[in-house]
């Protein structure tokens, strides 16, 4: 009887048991579950900043997909400076492969909290130098130069014809050549004419002198934001590889970029220039072919105000300067942009091929009066021996040099610095 009613007990014991865990569950399962954050399926339809997207012509880039990230989710987008969203480097396009020197950009530098953003001060004498290799071979500038002094303590009186001959024959220019003649004159007196130091000396003060244009050559500043750059000039000159170029360095830098390709009429500018954005990891700004150039710059300045992009590099379809119908496409497209942006463009950069020679000043001529161009970048200019034009294009109109192309990478744009730049070309190889 005791083991009959001691089996009852335990069984009463565990049905109750049994219901108390049943309605602790039920009650727990009734609770409202934390919310997470929803996973996109790997078949999910594109959203509606994808699709605007689409529909204007922007490339998607990985600054996009995470600011709409950051949208869904509630959170406020922040990239290298704080007020962008940062963006990853992409692997080029198969069309675009380059070597990896090309590729090796150093990681951005943060800005500080609330400091004026500009570029890096970049100096490279040897760079220099080594991408002058041509000017500087015998049969160059400054080969030709070193042969009149060579040798020589005293010049003799007949010196500056020679010296004249020299100038002019590697693109200086008659009016530029007259002007260092005269000036290296009224420098030197008496006998100093005839000691070759003091004539070689005068000669890279006079070069310095002219092409530090009142203390204005060199990169330009981060003035606004964003700063809007316009790129200009014939077919040819490197205004696209010129573009890249900075892109990359500006990127490096730590500073938050976008490209607008405005050569709308030249698909494989275009083209290039997407590879560039890819390659550098910037969101490039494009229309479809034969689109006006000028709405698709006014588009990307409007998008870098957005964003808080710091610097929007544009390019435009090569003009010929002697063409006056192309040359007043050109002028409203600066129009256009001032209008997405009062004060842009800041800077307008002349892009010039260096191998082009006395024809390239003719060029610079008819670019300033038709444009307010604030600067020239001068490119190939390793692959000439004359070298020349750099001075006549700074001594004729007035323009500071502000890059140098010499050679194709990425890191053979170089700031122009009077000072290094004569060094480069007219200084000892000791």
Known sequence: MSSTLLIVAIAAFAAI???????????????????????????????????????????????????????????????ESGSSVGVT??????????????????????HRHGSRPSLNHVRDVTGLRRGLERARESEGF????????????????????DLEEVLLSSDVGVTTTKTILARVQDTLKGSELLQTDRVWDALKTEAVRILS?????????????????????????????????????????????????GDTFRAAAVQQLMVWGQRVGVEVIRGKDGADPGSVIFEAVQAAQQQGIEIVLADTAGRLHTKANLMAELKKVVKTV?????GAPHEILLVIDATNGQNALAQAREFQEALPVTGVVLTKLDGTAKGGVVLGIADALGLPMRFIGLGEKANDLHDFVPEDFVEALLGSDE
């Open 338 to 342: 001032g209008k997405a942006l009062p």
């Open 213 to 261: 244009v009142d203390g204005r050559s060199g990169a330009f500043a981060l003035g606004a934001t964003p700063t809007v750059v316009l790129l200009v000039g014939v077919n040819g000159a490197g205004k696209t590889t010129t573009i890249g170029k900075l892109a990359t360095r500006l990127k490096a830098e730590g500073h938050s970029v976008l490209l607008a390709a």
């Open 17 to 79: 048991l049994f219901f108390v865990f049943r309605r602790l569950a039920l009650a727990s399962s009734s609770k409202p579950a934390e919310s997470l954050p929803p996973k996109a399926s790997a078949g999910a339809l594109p959203s509606a900043a994808s699709a605007r997207d689409k529909s204007s012509g922007r490339i998607p880039t990985a600054e996009s997909a995470a600011q709409e990230s950051a949208a869904a989710h509630g959170q406020q987008p922040r990239g």
């Open 142 to 161: 400054f080969g030709r130069l070193t042969s009149l002094f060579h040798g020589r303590k005293e010049l003799d009186p007949g010196i500056a014809a």
């Open 89 to 110: 480097s992409a692997e080029p396009a198969a069309a675009g492969k380059s070597s990896s020197s090309e590729l090796a950009v150093p990681p951005p530098a943060p």
